[in-house]
T-cell receptor
Framework: DTAVSQTPKYLVTQMGNDKSIKCEQN?????MYWYKQDSKKFLKIMFS???????INETVPNRFSPKSPDKAHLNLHINSLELGDSAVYFC??????????????FGPGTRLLVL | TQLLEQSPQFLSIQEGENLTVYCNSS?????LQWYRQEPGEGPVLLVT?????EVKKLKRLTFQFGDARKDSSLHITAAQPGDTGLYLC??????????FGSGTRLQVQP
């Protein structure tokens, strides 16, 4: 039983295309995140949703649009893909209400390569 | 912007050696977490430290949070090949998402 799952695991596409990555968590957590890990393994927050509402939107180009249809899902749509978008994208979830805060769980990552 | 600097960036040692990884910041964090990430997988939480000066042990791994809650260290005793991986520290301040360090790639040779 996978706690946080992402699809697809690998994505190879041409510059200028539009693509989506999906994420689902079955932990009943109230908060979900998208992180980007670059080639130097630096992991940086992109977005955070709490109960379907956007609460963090770090300096990310508006070509990236997250969507949370319900609290168990957080998808990431990317328009007009650029070479610099190539990276590994991780979804994560965590229960942030209540004390103490629980562990943040990461998905297996989506390896995006833009050619 | 809160930054976490990890050192060293790369470490290659022989099985049985000891090592320490450092995570430093000029910012204060309410908690600090250490993760290990293996190739092709997401980071997995090892430990969370919350109190300044706190020391936590996980088998051969010892984690310490600095008194001022700005820095942390991870010490591994008698490293094993299974300890190979990318070690990431991450700081939490308020209700924002985690701020991750630059990572330390550890390779333990048999």
């Amino acid at each position: 039983d996978t706690a946080v799952s992402q699809t697809p695991k690998y994505l190879v596409t041409q510059m200028g295309n539009d693509k989506s990555i999906k994420c689902e968590q079955n932990l009943g957590h109230d908060t979900m995140y998208w992180y980007k890990q670059d080639s130097k393994k630096f992991l940086k927050i992109m977005f955070s949703y709490n109960n379907k509402e956007l609460i963090i939107n770090e300096t990310v180009p508006n070509r990236f649009s997250p969507k949370s249809p319900d609290k168990a899902h957080l998808n990431l749509h990317i328009n007009s893909l650029e070479l610099g978008d190539s990276a590994v994208y991780f979804c994560a979830s965590r229960q942030t209400s209540g004390v103490p805060r629980e562990t943040q769980y990461f998905g297996p990552g989506t390896r995006l390569l833009v050619l | 912007t809160q930054l976490l600097e990890q050192s060293p960036q790369f470490l290659s040692i022989q099985e049985g050696e000891n090592l320490t990884v450092y995570c430093n910041s000029s910012s204060v964090f309410s908690s600090l977490q250490w993760y290990r990430q293996e190739p092709g997988e997401g980071p997995v939480l090892l430990v969370t430290v919350v109190t300044g000066g706190e020391v936590k042990k996980l088998k051969r791994l010892t984690f310490q949070f600095g008194d001022a809650r700005k820095d942390s260290s991870l010490h591994i005793t008698a490293a094993q090949p299974g300890d190979t991986g990318l070690y990431l520290c991450a700081g939490e301040a308020g209700r924002r998402a985690l701020t991750f360090g630059s990572g330390t790639r550890l390779q333990v040779q048999p």
